[in-house]
């Protein structure tokens, strides 16, 4: 139990420094290698986060209702909301397992706390976002939910690069 409990730390350790410091800076600066990992993390979060707004962006195109607009906007407003606080929640649990790491013997077990804490935080928020998402599916009608995992599937392929325009 403690060889996988400090190989999580160890994981934390040096992967919670880096991810902080690549947060803030847009995906283009994030240097080879780095791309692919974020998106892979993150991508379908963010997919399901953004499902809402980008129904509404496009109510023309799938032929949503004024009605059913007016129940997308919410649920939208609620989704934007709960990934401020995840991304605040995050950000501080992440800097208090750094604070518990400062010292050169630090405490395994408030290092696994904390650890376990950020997951909490993660799963808490990946489970809020299903929940939205499938409240967002409700709404659409079957030809409007195909209308919308096309669009989607059309937006994620916007923003990866082709593999002829990959760097080798």
């Known amino acids: ?11 934390v350790f040096f992967a919670v420094p880096a991810f902080s410091q690549t947060m803030d800076m847009p ?5 080879e290698g780095h791309g692919q990992m974020m998106e892979s993390c993150n991508c379908n ?4 986060g953004d499902m809402a707004g980008m129904c ?15 129940k997308m906007k919410p649920v939208h407003r609620e989704m934007q909301k709960k990934q401020a606080r995840f991304k605040a929640d995050l950000k501080i649990a992440e800097i208090e397992l ?4 400062e010292v050169k013997d ?8 904390a650890a376990k804490k950020i997951g909490e935080i993660k799963t808490a928020h990946h489970l809020e ?22 669009t989607m599937s059309m937006k994620t392929n916007e923003k990866k690069p082709s593999k002829g325009m990959m760097k080798k």
């Open 27 to 31: 995906m283009k600066e994030h240097g």
């Open 98 to 101: 750094m604070e518990i790491m």
């Open 1 to 11: 139990m403690k060889k996988i409990v400090l190989s999580l730390l160890l994981t």
């Open 106 to 113: 630090f405490d395994i077990e408030k290092a696994g706390l």
């Open 45 to 48: 979060m963010d997919k399901m």
């Open 129 to 150: 976002m299903l929940k939205a998402v499938k409240e967002i599916r409700t709404i659409l009608t079957d030809e409007q939910f195909k209308k919308m995992k096309k």
């Open 56 to 70: 509404i962006e496009h109510a023309d195109m799938m032929g949503l209702t004024d009605d059913q607009i007016m």
